[in-house]
C-alpha cells in the first residue's frame, strides 16, 4: 500500500508536464560542470552552473539518464559522470605509493567504462563521433588552462556534455531520448510485480533514498535484503526476488520518495527523529500548506502560519478551502536503521478527516493569555517549553512522535507528556506555568476526558478541588506581591512544588503567612476584595487534600494559571 | 463442498509483514489469506485436508503501534560432511548475543477478525508423496487390501475440526502473522453479522494470497487485489484472480 500509494503520487506527477519529475529511466542530478563542445569535438569551455556563495555553491540540477547503483566495481553513467570517470583523472594527493598506483589503473579502466557505454548504448552521429574524439583524446594540460580546473581537479564532481549554440544538455537531446526510450521498452518479463500486479521485470537492486535525516547521505534502501536471514527459500542470490517489485514500479515509488524527501520539497517534515513526508491523491491545497500546522512561523513572515492556521478555521466544516474531503491523503514517516529505513508511521485517511483532527488540535490548545503571546503555538514550541531548559535538545527522542500520531488521530496524548510538562513546571522556579504549559496541559486534560474538562478561561465553577487550590495559590502570590513589591523570591518560588504536591503540608502555613500580608496592604478596600475572594475559593473544598496525582496536578497548575492571568486582567463593569 | 466454518480470532497484536518490508518490518492492513489459513492449520491439519479461506471479517479499527525490538540477524548454518559422518567439528550453531540487532517494525494492535474457511478432501492417490524411506506398514494383508482407509471420509474430518475448535484444541498455538503475537480463537456457530461500520471501505492494493508450493525447492508467491468493503475482505479463490 505505501508503495502503491508513492506510485501512484508519481504518475500524478508524471501526468503534470510542469511537476518537473524525471521520466522511468531518468533522474534529476546536479551537474556542477558542463563541457561544451564544438561540432568537432573540440574543447570550447568548461561551464560552471553553480550558484549561491562559498561552501554553499550548488550546481544546477538536470534531467540526465538514471544512474547506476555502485558498490566497489567499476560502473559508469550514461553521457554523465564524476571527474573521474569522464577525464580518467583526479587528485591522488595524499596516497601511498601503492594506493596511487592502484587508483591510477582504476582511473583507466573508469574512462574505459564511460566510453564503453557511450559507444554501445547511443546510435551512430556525427556528434557522438565527436564526443567520443574528444573523451579519447583528453590532454590534462589542455584542461588545465580552463578556468574551472582547479575545482573540478579537487572536488571531483559530475559532469556532462553540451554541444556549442545548444541550450540543453546532449543527453537531454531528442535523439538520445529516443534511443533510451526504444531500450527501455524491449525489456524481458520475468515475474509478477506486486505492486501494480502486472508482470514486468523484476529489480534485483532498488534505488537508494536519499534525505532521510541521519540516513547515509549516500542513500539508503526501504526494500533491501541484504542478510542471510532476510531471504526467503534461500533467495539470497536473488536479492529483489524476495519481494519482487518490477522495475518501472521501483522507478515509480523511489523517484516520488525521493522527490518528496528532497531538500526543497515542501512536502517532509522532520518530527522529532522521522522525516515525514505527506501528499494527497489529487492534487490539493492541503497538501501544500501541510507544514505551516506544525512548523515555527519564520521570522521574515510571522503571520504566513497564522493565516493558514485561519484558513483551516474558517474553512467549512470538513475539508480545506476547496479540496474535496474525500480525497485520499497520505503521511510517511521515516527513519533510519543501519543501512535500511524503517517506516515509522503510516497514516492513511481523507483531507477532511486529517483536517478535522489538526483543528481539533488547535481548538484544545486555546487558552487565555496575554497580548504578546503567539495566537498559535507551534509543535516546536510546545514541546520544547516542556522539556529541561526549554532547549530543543532535551525533548525526548519519542514524545515529538507520538504527541503527532495522537494529533493526526485524534486520540488522546501520551501521558508522558503530562509528566513532562508538570515536572518542568516543578523546576522552572522563575516561570512556572506559562501560557504556553497551561495550553499544553488544557490540551492533555481535554483529549484525555475527551470533552470541555477545562474551560478556556477562568471557570469558578470547577468541580475539582485541585483547581481551586491553585486558584488560591495565585491569590496568595498575588497578596504577598502587593504587600511586599520587588520581593526576590515569593511563595511561588518556594512553595508552588509543595503546594501541587501536597497541599496540606502547606497551605494552612501560606494562609497564616498571608494574615501578615494583608495587615501590611495599605488600601483596606483592597485588603476587603481579597479576603473576599479567599473566602469566595475556599467556599468550594472542605479540606486540603494530603496529596494530588498527576491529573490533578495539572488542574492545579491550569487553576493557577486562569486566576493569575484573570487577577491581571482589568474588569470591565 | 463442505460448509464454511467461522472462527473468531483475536490477539493484542499482529504483524502480516509486507513481503518488500519484512526487515524493517511494516504490517498489513488486515489478515491474510495465508495467515488465516495457518490458523485453521493450526486446529487440524492432515496431509488428506487442505484449507481454503472464503473470507475476512475485521471486527476491530485498524489502529497501528511502531515498536523497536532486538532480531537474530543470522540463520542457522548446516552441519558439515563431516559432522554428517559422525565426526565432530566446529559446532554449525551461533551464540546469539553476538548476532543481535535493533529492528524497527510497524505492527497491528488490538485486532479481532473473523475468518470464514473450508477444506478440500484430498483422495489418497492425490496426496503428496510421503517423504519416508520406508515402505507404508500395514497390520496384516486383510487391512491393505480391504481396509486402506475407509474409515477417511471428509465428514470425518469435519466432525474433528469441530470438536477440535469448539474445545479450543490446537496441535500448535495458533498466531497472528508472526509466532511471537499469540492469537485467541472461538469457533463461531450460527450468523453474526456486523452491524456498524468500524472501519472505512477501502482498495488494501495488492496482497500476498499464499505460497504456491508445487515445486517445494522454490515455492513462489501468489497475490490478489485485496478490498475492504462492509469491513470484509474477499479472499474466495473461486470469485477471485489471484496472480503468480
Known amino acids: 500500500m505505501i508503495l502503491q500509494a508513492l506510485k501512484g503520487y508519481y504518475d500524478r506527477k508524471a501526468a503534470d508536464s510542469e511537476s518537473g519529475i524525471s521520466p522511468d529511466g531518468w533522474e534529476l542530478k546536479e551537474i556542477p560542470f558542463v563541457v561544451v563542445l564544438n561540432e568537432n569535438g573540440s574543447l570550447i569551455q568548461i561551464e560552471d552552473t553553480r550558484e549561491g556563495e562559498g561552501t554553499k555553491r550548488r550546481g544546477r540540477y538536470f534531467s540526465v539518464p538514471q544512474g547506476v547503483k555502485r558498490s566497489s566495481g567499476v560502473a559508469a553513467n550514461l553521457l554523465w559522470d564524476t571527474a573521474g570517470y569522464v577525464f580518467g583523472i583526479t587528485d591522488l594527493e595524499g596516497l601511498g605509493e601503492a594506493d596511487k598506483k592502484r587508483k591510477l589503473s582504476r582511473l583507466i579502466e573508469q574512462k574505459k567504462a564511460f566510453i564503453d557505454r557511450i559507444q554501445n548504448e547511443i546510435p551512430d552521429t556525427p556528434r ?59 525489456k524481458e518479463y520475468d515475474g509478477l510485480c506486486l505492486v501494480s500486479g502486472e508482470r514486468d521485470k523484476i529489480s534485483v537492486l532498488h534505488t537508494a533514498i536519499k534525505g532521510v535525516w541521519g540516513a547515509q547521505s549516500s542513500g539508503a534502501n526501504i526494500v533491501s535484503f541484504n542478510q542471510d536471514s532476510f531471504c526467503s527459500y534461500g533467495r539470497r542470490k536473488q536479492q529483489g526476488w524476495n519481494a519482487p517489485i518490477g522495475e518501472s514500479a521501483m522507478f515509480a515509488y523511489t523517484t516520488a520518495l525521493n522527490s518528496l524527501l528532497s531538500r526543497d520539497s515542501k512536502q517532509r517534515m522532520q518530527i522529532g527523529d522521522t522525516s515525514t513526508v505527506f501528499w494527497s491523491a489529487k492534487k490539493t491545497q492541503f497538501e501544500n500548506d501541510f507544514t505551516y500546522f506544525f512548523a515555527e512561523p519564520s521570522k521574515d513572515n510571522p503571520d504566513e502560519g497564522i493565516n493558514h492556521i485561519r484558513t483551516l478555521f474558517d474553512s467549512p466544516k470538513n475539508g480545506y478551502v476547496e479540496d474535496p474531503d474525500s ?50 503555538y507551534s509543535l516546536w514550541r510546545l514541546l520544547v517549553n516542556a522539556s529541561i531548559q526549554d532547549k530543543s535538545d532535551n525533548i525526548p527522542p519519542n514524545i515529538e512522535g507520538d504527541v503527532m500520531r495522537s494529533i493526526l488521530d485524534g486520540t ?37 476526558y475527551n470533552k470541555e474538562v477545562i474551560q478556556v478561561a477562568l471557570d469558578t465553577n470547577e468541580s475539582s478541588d485541585s483547581y481551586h487550590f491553585g486558584r488560591l495559590f495565585a491569590v496568595l502570590e498575588k497578596i504577598q506581591e502587593e504587600a511586599n513589591p520587588g520581593l526576590n523570591a515569593t511563595i511561588r518560588e518556594r512553595y508552588y512544588g509543595a503546594a501541587c504536591g501536597s497541599p496540606v ?69 | 463442498m463442505m460448509q464454511d466454518w467461522c472462527l473468531e480470532v483475536w490477539g493484542e497484536y499482529a504483524c502480516y509483514a509486507r513481503p518488500e518490508m519484512k526487515v524493517e518490518r511494516v504490517s498489513y492492513d488486515v489478515m491474510t489469506p495465508s495467515a488465516a489459513r495457518a490458523i485453521f492449520d493450526a486446529i487440524l491439519w492432515k496431509p488428506a485436508i487442505s484449507w481454503h479461506i472464503t473470507k475476512i471479517e475485521v471486527l476491530n479499527p485498524i489502529r497501528w ?32 548475543e553476538e548476532h543481535r540487532q535493533q529492528r524497527a517494525g510497524l505492527f497491528l494492535r488490538d485486532v479481532r477478525y473473523r475468518i470464514y474457511g473450508w477444506f478440500e478432501f484430498i483422495p489418497p492417490e492425490k496426496r503428496k508423496p510421503r517423504l519416508s524411506q520406508y515402505d507404508e506398514f500395514w497390520a496384516d494383508s486383510e487391512e491393505q487390501t480391504n481396509n486402506t482407509r475407509s474409515d477417511e471420509s471428509p465428514a470425518k474430518y469435519a466432525a474433528m475440526f469441530e470438536r477440535r475448535a469448539k474445545k479450543g484444541q490446537c496441535f500448535h498455538r495458533p498466531y ?24 472505512d471501505d477501502s482498495d488494501l492494493g495488492w496482497m500476498l494470497y499464499d505460497m504456491n508450493y508445487e515445486d517445494p525447492s522454490c515455492p513462489k508467491p501468489e497475490f490478489f487485489r485485496a478490498y475492504l468493503e462492509n469491513n470484509t475482505v474477499n479472499t474466495d479463490r473461486r470469485t477471485l484472480e489471484v496472480r503468480s
Open chain 1, 128 to 186: 557522438k563521433k565527436a564526443l567520443v574524439a574528444f573523451l579519447s583524446g583528453i590532454e590534462q594540460s589542455v584542461l588545465e588552462k580552463t578556468l574551472q580546473w582547479d575545482d573540478i581537479y579537487r572536488t571531483n564532481p559530475n559532469i556532462s556534455f553540451r554541444f556549442d549554440h545548444e541550450l540543453m544538455l546532449y543527453c537531454e537531446t531528442e535523439g538520445i531520448r529516443t534511443a533510451l526510450v526504444a531500450k527501455a521498452g524491449s
Open chain 1, 327 to 376: 480525497t485520499n491523503f497520505f503521511l510517511l514517516g521515516l527513519s533510519p536503521n543501519a543501512a535500511r529505513i524503517s517506516v515509522r508511521f503510516w497514516r492513511r485517511g481523507t483531507v477532511g478527516e486529517f483536517a478535522g483532527h489538526i483543528r481539533q488540535y488547535f481548538k484544545d490548545l486555546e487558552i487565555v493569555k496575554p497580548k504578546n503571546e503567539p495566537l498559535y
Open chain 1, 412 to 448: 488522546p496524548y501520551p501521558a508522558t507528556l503530562l509528566q513532562l510538562v508538570l515536572r518542568r513546571i516543578r523546576s522552572d522556579t522563575e516561570n512556572r506555568v506559562k501560557p504556553v504549559r497551561a495550553a499544553l496541559i488544557k490540551a492533555y486534560l481535554n483529549r484525555y
Open chain 1, 505 to 573: 503540608t502547606v497551605f494552612p502555613t501560606l494562609l497564616r503567612l498571608k494574615n501578615h500580608h494583608i495587615a501590611k496592604l495599605e488600601n483596606k478596600g483592597r485588603a476587603i476584595n481579597f479576603e473576599r475572594m479567599i473566602t469566595e475559593i475556599t467556599s468550594h473544598f472542605n479540606d486540603f487534600s494530603s496529596h494530588l496525582d498527576l491529573h490533578d496536578q495539572g488542574k492545579f497548575a491550569i487553576g493557577y494559571y486562569h486566576q493569575r492571568q484573570d487577577l491581571f486582567t482589568s474588569k470591565k463593569e
Open chain 2, 65 to 96: 503501534i511502531s515498536i523497536r525490538r532486538n532480531e537474530v540477524g543470522k540463520i542457522m548454518g548446516e552441519p558439515t560432511q563431516a559432522q554428517l559422518e559422525g565426526k565432530s567439528g566446529d559446532s554449525a550453531g551461533f551464540f546469539v
Open chain 2, 176 to 199: 497472528l502473522g508472526c509466532r511471537e503475537f499469540a492469537c485467541n480463537f472461538t469457533l463461531v456457530e450460527g450468523v453474526h453479522p456486523i452491524k456498524e461500520k468500524i472501519n
